[in-house]
């Protein structure tokens, strides 16, 4: 009976602790849209990992560099940056999320607005949590779109 109970809670601390590593995956993700929204370059060279890759909605991809100097020089402007309906999964250290939402802003080149799929991949980096990709793709809305199998544009 002490070994049932023992064992019971081995699992459920093991529980709290994967709820725990999903919880902060979420939080980098919160961070990093809001980041991106305001504009803030400090939040931004924290949580972008040196490897960073940004793909837009139209294709352009971007490194760190880059990408944080288009926010800087207001070539790309974000009003909306929503991730909803997220899906998350262990590859190795690290951890890819995906999810639908939306997005409005400016951007040279330009870039399309609306229902995406967004792609995120998060890994460990100094003991701190980064992003080291970003992905948007344009959707189209469908009937099973609501839990995130939205058809690709």
């Known amino acids: 009976m002490k070994f049932l109970k023992s064992a019971s809670l081995v699992f459920a601390l093991v529980l709290c602790l994967s709820a725990s590593l999903a919880q902060a995956k979420a939080d980098t993700v919160a961070l ?3 980041a991106v929204m305001t504009g803030d370059i400090p939040a931004l060279e924290t949580l972008l990992a040196p490897n960073y890759w940004h793909i837009g909605a139209n294709g ?4 760190k560099e880059h990408f944080i100097q288009s926010i800087k020089n207001k070539e ?9 309906n997220v899906r998350t999964t262990m ?3 690290a951890t890819l999320l995906t999810g639908n939402g ?3 802003g400016t951007a040279v080149p330009a870039l399309p ?3 995406m799929r967004f792609t995120l991949v998060v890994v460990k980096n100094q003991n701190r949590d980064q992003v080291v990709l970003f992905q948007a793709t344009p959707v189209v809305a469908s009937t099973d779109c609501r839990d995130g199998n939205c058809k690709i544009q």
């Open 102 to 104: 939306s997005f409005k």
């Open 113 to 115: 607005e609306g229902l």
């Open 91 to 93: 590859i190795g250290g």
């Open 60 to 63: 352009h991809i971007e490194d």
């Open 76 to 84: 790309l402007v974000v009003d909306r940056l929503t991730i909803i």
């Open 32 to 34: 990093y849209t809001e």
